[in-house]
Structure formats: C-alpha cells, structure tokens
C-alpha cells in the first residue's frame, strides 16, 4: 500500500456529521464576518469540505481556474455552469477577476452567485501580525451586520481586483454577492453587507 | 452522500442543504424572506414546522436543545416538538435552562435572559410578510421589500395612530433591520422586539407554510417603525395607582407578565418566561435562606 494515496487523516467530508460540522463553521463565519473559523480537522481541504457541505444537485457550480479534482465532480452532484451564471463559484483569488458573476435582482436577491476564492492564508491579526507570506498581503478592516465595531482580516494571496469588482458588485443593496475565502486551514465569509476598508501592509 | 448510512435530524440531507444555502442567503440580506423548498412533516403546517426545519438543519449531536411556546417549556407543543427532536436526534440534550441551551426554538417569545454569541434561536413563524396587510399581490410586494418602500405601511400605522392615539399592534411589530428590510418579527410582543436589536445570538425566522426563513444576523440594527411624534413603547404593565405589577409566584418586577384571571374574577400577574421565573424563584429563596 502506498501511504500517499490514503485521504488525509481526519473526518470524511462526504460524511453528513462532517457537513454539519461544517456547516455550522460556516454559519459562524456568516454571523460574523470577518471571523476565520479553522477546518484543519476534515480529510479534505477547506475548499472541498465546504464544496461537499453546500453543494447538490440542486444548484450549480462554476470552477473557471480548474480547482476541483475531476473525480470530485460526480461526488459533489452539482450541475455545472459558467462563472457567469452559476450559483457557486470557485476561482483562484490570487488571479485578476475576469467575470461578472450573478448578482440576482432587486426581487429575488437570494439569485446572486457565492463565490469561494482560495488564498494563501488567512489571519485575524492580534496586534502587528499579519498574514504569512505568500503573494501580496492585503490588511482588510471590516464593519457592518455581524460586527460589533470593527475587525481586523490580514488576507495574503487574494489580487487586490477581486476588492474593487466586489465593491461594483454590491453596490446597490440587496443585489450582490457573498465571499468566502478560504486557505489550506480554515475560512471565512464576506457577504454582501460587510463594508470592507483596504490597508495595504 | 446517500451510500452512506445515515439517520439523524429526520430531514434527508437534501433537505438540510437546501435549508442551510437558505440559511446563508438570509443572513447575508439580513431581513429578506429567502424562499425554500419546504418539506412535508410528520405534524400539520402551523405547528412550527419551518421552525423545525431549521433546527433540525441545524442541529448537530452535541447539542443542547431548549423549546418553548409562549415562554413555557411545558405547553403540548413545545412537548411535542421536543420529544420529535429528541426521537429524531440521537444523541442531543436537551434542557429547560436558557443559559445551558446552544439552540433554542421559540414561538411567541424571546427569553428574558439576554441570549449570548454561542446561542442560536430559531423563531417559529405563522405569517412572515408585513406587507400583507396592505398589499395582496406577492409580485408587487417583493418589489416593494427590493426597493425598501414602506410608505403604505407606514399610512396603516398612522391611520392606527389617528384612531387610536397610539400603535395598537400588539403582537408582531413591523420591525426594519439593517435599515432596509421591513419584517414582521413573529407573534412576539412589543417587550421582546427590543431584543431583535444588537443582540449577541443570531436569530433565525422560518415559515413552514409560507415557505420563507429570513435572519437577523448577531450586531444588527432591528428598529420597530415608527413616527417622530409617537414613540414605540412596549407593553405597560403598571396597575391603576401606577405601580409596577410584580410576578405572583417569584416577585419579579422587570418580566413579561401573563393575566390570569382568578375564580373570583380577580385577576393576578406571573412570568410569562417560566425558565426566568423558576431561576429568580430560586434565587429569591436563596437569599431568604442566607437570611435565616
Ligand atoms: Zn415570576
């Protein structure tokens, strides 16, 4: 047996106890923006383990940058869309953002897209830390619902593009679109509401 | 997903998915009545199923688990609903206590004890549009909820105002949050829509008929509609000469009171929140017995 083709140590992500696991991280994330919630306790990386905890045949899925395993795929049971019109998608954070995803309608503002980006890494700062090093850190001070004043999100590999689109894209309230970011350790939400000042550190 | 062998929260895991990207969706445009699928369950609509729903979307097996109706954990439907959850959830406590619970699934009430960051609570909602009442056409009404026009509903409310010389609503008080969504908070009285705002726990609203499940994220703004001239105020519950009427059984002066009326048409007062009552009622003997 070779050691290398056995999942990492850790809960199955294709386990329903896992998803709820995860799920309930998320919802935290949600509630408070900003937050970094670990998710280093999965066989899978965070990216996938949300991906599994969210998705079905139900809604869609769009991956521009090839992120997913193709043997994912038929595990996640998403149908497949354009980054464009999907109701999830997945890019690389550390490239240009170069569509326009759904921003659903002044009616159905819950048809806008979630877009999961992945990065290098992830910190609340305490004080003067910041991000690992790793592409272009980028210190974020965020406030709106779910923050009781301010927080801090220190976020390394995310190309400043995706901030001003992001900007564009929730201008006029309620369209819009939600963020999750997510590193090789954990993740966090944007959702449309959070105000976000960029510091460049 | 379904080689797996799985049976926990009733709900297949279709089912949870879609109320949790619901779930997500609501807090994200806090207020907004997100629409679901909503499944069939085992009790008729109207017996908090989309508040089940969520809860058992939610729920996972270190859970602690607290249902009440109208304040009360004893009442036959909050009986009924705990034992469903505790049948269908191998594995999760439950508890009377709101300080020990982690998800609290409520109709008609918001506990006097200030819910904390860690707690979830889960409102169980008979009619979630507050536009109803003077809009019948759904289409017309979502793009009056899109555009945050409230103007009619604020005509209604003065209208109340102009007859009554106060806003009479007495339960499910039109309430905006975060500044633009205008929602109706469910058959709490005025007394608990103050808890909507800045609270620390998320609160989460479901609709089982209506098909709708809105949130209000923790640190939002909720603000009760109302006029310049003709301030919101909750219920009064001072007697004749003014003083505060108390709890009957736990001496209470600052909680939500329920009537009751005596066989001798006297009428006496009790907490409406019984988990509050029974804990000031311990604490108050506490202190007589450190006394003695
Ligand atoms: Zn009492």
New interface residues.
């Given amino acids: 047996m070779n050691d290398l083709m056995q999942p990492l140590p850790g809960l199955d992500v294709?386990?329903?106890?896992t998803?709820?696991?995860v799920?309930?991280r998320?919802?935290d994330c949600?509630?408070?923006p900003g937050r970094v919630e670990a998710c280093g306790d999965t066989d899978r990386a965070p990216l996938t383990a949300l991906l599994a905890?969210?998705?079905?045949?139900?809604?869609s899925l769009a991956d521009p940058h090839h992120l997913i395993k193709a043997g994912d795929w038929p595990?996640l049971?998403v149908r497949s869309g354009t980054a464009e019109h999907a109701a999830f998608v997945v890019a690389n954070g550390t490239l240009a953002a170069d569509f326009t995803p759904r921003l659903g309608?002044?009616?159905?503002?819950?048809q806008s897209a979630?877009l999961l980006l992945l990065v290098n890494s992830l910190v609340n700062p305490l004080g003067n830390e910041q991000a690992r090093s790793g592409g272009q850190c980028l210190n974020l001070k965020l406030s709106g619902?779910?923050?009781?004043g301010t927080l801090k999100l220190a976020v390394s590999g995310l190309h400043p593009g995706w901030l001003s689109a992001r900007a564009d894209w929730v201008a006029v309230?309620?369209l819009?679109v939600?963020l999750i970011l997510c590193d090789s350790r954990g993740f966090t939400a944007l959702?449309?509401?959070t105000h976000i000042e960029l510091e460049v550190c | 997903m379904t080689s797996h062998a799985y049976n926990f929260g009733f709900l297949d895991e279709y089912a949870k998915k879609e109320v949790r990207r619901a779930i997500l969706k609501a807090i994200a445009i806090p207020g907004y009545q997100v629409p679901y699928a909503s499944r069939e369950m085992p009790m008729g609509r109207g017996f908090g199923t989309g508040g089940l729903q969520l809860t058992l979307a939610l729920i996972g097996p270190d859970e602690i688990v607290k249902v009440i109706d109208q304040g009360s954990d004893d009442s036959v439907n909050a009986v009924n609903l705990r034992q469903f959850i505790e049948m269908t959830c191998p594995g999760v406590s439950t508890t009377t206590c709101t300080a020990e619970c982690t998800l609290l699934q409520t109709r008609h009430r918001i506990p006097e004890l200030p819910l904390t960051a860690e707690q979830i609570i889960v409102l169980q909602v008979p009619y979630p549009d507050p536009l109803v009442v003077v809009e019948s056409s759904e289409n017309k009404r979502k793009t009056m909820h899109g555009e945050a026009d409230y103007s009619r509903l604020l005509v209604k409310l003065y209208e109340d105002i102009v007859k009554y010389d106060e806003i009479t609503i007495s339960h499910r008080y039109p309430t905006r949050i975060n500044g633009h969504y205008v929602i109706d908070p469910s058959p709490i009285p005025r007394w608990d829509v103050a808890k909507l705002n800045n609270s620390a726990a998320l609160l989460l609203f479901g609709a089982g008929r209506e098909k709708k499940i809105y949130a209000v994220p923790p640190h939002t703004r909720a603000e009760p509609l109302v006029f310049s001239d003709v301030p919101f105020r909750v219920e009064d519950f001072r007697d004749e000469a003014g003083q505060r009427r108390v709890c009957a059984r736990c001496g209470c002066a600052n909680s939500f009171l329920d009537e009751f009326v005596g066989d001798a048409g006297n009428k006496t007062y009790q907490c409406s929140d019984s988990d509050w009552c029974d804990e000031q009622l311990q604490r108050a003997e506490q202190v007589q017995g450190v006394a003695a």
């Fill in positions: 294709w386990h329903p106890a998803q709820q696991a799920f309930r998320l919802l949600y509630s408070h905890t969210l998705l079905d045949a139900e809604t595990k049971e309608t002044l009616e159905s503002p819950e979630t619902p779910g923050i009781p309230f309620p819009g939600d959702p449309r509401t």
